[in-house]
């Protein structure tokens, strides 16, 4: 169920909606600071790692979460270049997933413009 919000003054007004969809638009995002992410805008990037020399296209970003401590970049693994790599299927026919922290000793570069994310972290397909 997705709520609206305006009109929401105080703590027991929003605590009527818990459990409900809250949805704001991207314009009323304040702008984050420099090496600041909004997750959003990092699902669907290119995770490159440079681990074995020259960078190398791992996968893309499906998802990210939150471990308490920083986060972390869910990659579906893939193979190739260009415009459509084909995915890395585990044993049971699955699309391949890595979890990769997000966290400056391994995270890079991130070019959203590129849609791209260099890391160092290692690929172990």
């Not at 709520?3 to 929401?8: D, M, R």
């Not at 984050?32 to 992410?37: A, G, I, K, L, V």
């Not at 020259?54 to 970003?61: D, K, N, Q, T």
Request: hydrophobic fraction near 40%.
């Amino acid at each position: 169920m997705v709520a609206q919000l305006q009109g929401i003054t105080d703590r027991d007004q929003a605590e009527a909606l818990r459990g409900h969809t809250v949805q704001a638009p991207r314009g009323s995002f304040p702008a984050p600071e420099e090496d600041e992410y909004y997750w959003v805008d990092l699902i669907g990037c290119a995770l490159y790692s440079s681990a074995n020399g020259e960078p190398a296209r791992i996968g893309v970003v499906s998802e990210v979460l939150d471990n308490g401590a920083h986060a972390v970049l869910k990659v579906l693994l893939q193979k190739g270049e260009g415009e459509s790599p084909e995915p890395v299927l585990d044993a049971k026919g699955r699309p391949a997933e890595m979890l990769v922290p997000f966290v400056r000793a391994h995270i890079h570069a991130v070019d959203l413009a590129a849609r791209r994310i260099d890391s160092d972290w290692p690929a172990d397909f």
